[in-house]
């Protein structure tokens, strides 16, 4: 019999699966002309960033669920300003590919998230040019280019933001690592948002007021309050069942769970979004893409069992390996980096600064799990 810790754990994997699912068609539904015609992503991403800064501020300083860390006036701008930046230009750029590509090819798209996080991490010296992950990720971008090859509805504007968004991600958590590692800081999901929101806030308030204000001063569009609480309300969830998930399970379980809710994400486009169609091509691409990315994953939790080592007999190229793993969509804790990182909950909270994990639209108040922020 399947015992009740047993039965919990699989509630909390089918409610982030479905939620996650939910959260990406809901933005598609929500942003597309053809449906609720909100064409103004940014807008979109601010009152996420808004709603979710705000439940961060009454948790902390209201109700007091948790303490904020000790953040100083040079640590905020030379590493929150940042990383609040990029975050910002991810959520902006992914948001606005839902105007002109479908749901099931931003999804294929998105299998190049290891690749691009890799090359940044490399570029970046958090990680080392391995002969084995490159192969992997030639392996994944030619996948996703025979995908992209067989799209019968090939927009180069939608595709191009949908990479941005990724190189954008990409950039993000290795500058978690690098700026936010380093000075030892450890964030909760609840005390990023109160550090990060505002911040990112601002940030797209700039492209806001050029793009987009003048068209929403004009505009005709009737404001529906239950609409936009609702699917800033989701997002939030989302953030709150990938917490519960990852407080449950390890990586190999979220890593699983996200490929199964991508191949769900992509046929349920298919049925609700009947524009949005998908060939052989587009499926042969994507599976030689993700057989690349379950590759990855494995070369990388076979370097995280190895860390159960002790740490004289592990060499120092493998060490460096081991600062930076980054899963196809989800972000998420190592389990042995997740026990040395509870013990800091005392003193700051979660840790936010891996960057193994998986951001994505779906989650945009908290972009990182094992980074502790998800993605809008």
């Not at 911040?199 to 004009?218: D, R």
């Not at 592990?314 to 930076?324: F, G, Q, R, S, Y």
């Amino acid at each position: 019999m399947i015992g009740k810790q047993h039965m919990l754990t699989y509630i909390y994997l089918l409610l982030y699966i479905t939620l996650s699912s939910g959260v990406i068609l809901y933005n598609k539904w929500f942003l597309s002309t053809r449906y609720f015609n909100f064409p103004y992503p940014i807008t979109l991403t601010m009152i996420h960033m808004g709603f979710s800064g705000a439940v961060a501020f009454f948790l902390i300083r209201v109700v007091k669920v948790v303490s904020p860390i000790k953040m100083t006036f040079k640590i905020y701008m030379t590493c929150v300003v940042p990383i609040s930046a990029f975050f910002a230009s991810s959520l902006w750029f992914g948001n606005t590919a839902y105007l002109f590509i479908s749901v099931a090819f931003i999804q294929m798209l998105k299998a190049l998230m290891p690749v691009a996080t890799f090359l940044v991490a490399v570029f970046c010296g958090t990680d080392v040019l391995r002969c084995d992950v490159f192969l992997n990720m030639v392996l994944i971008s030619v996948g996703v280019a025979v995908s992209s090859y067989g799209e019968i509805h090939f927009n180069m504007t939608g595709t191009v933001y949908q990479v941005m968004g990724i190189v954008g991600e990409a950039l993000r958590l290795v500058l978690t690592q690098v700026l936010l590692q380093k000075k030892g800081l450890t964030l909760n999901p609840v005390t990023t948002l109160y550090y990060i929101a505002p911040c990112s806030f601002v940030f797209l308030s700039i492209p806001w007021y050029i793009l987009e204000s003048p068209a929403l001063e004009v505009s005709q569009i009737q404001f529906n309050f239950w609409i936009f609480f609702s699917n800033a309300l989701a997002a939030l969830a989302l953030n709150i069942s990938t917490f519960l998930v990852i407080g449950r399970t390890g990586a190999v379980t979220i890593r699983v769970a996200g490929v199964m809710k991508d191949w769900i994400l992509i046929a349920l486009s298919t049925v609700i979004f009947p524009e949005s169609m998908i060939t052989g091509l587009n499926i042969t691409g994507y599976a030689i893409a993700l057989c690349g990315v379950v590759v990855y994953n494995y070369l990388k939790m076979r370097d995280s069992r190895s860390s159960q080592l002790p740490s004289g007999i592990i060499p120092d190229k493998a060490v460096l390996e081991l600062k930076m793993e980054k899963s196809y969509d989800v972000y998420t804790l190592d389990d042995e980096d997740e026990k040395k990182k509870k013990s800091n909950v005392g003193r700051s909270g979660w840790n936010s600064s891996g960057p193994d994990a998986r951001v994505d639209e779906e989650a945009p108040l908290i972009p990182s799990l094992k980074s502790q922020l998800g993605k809008s």
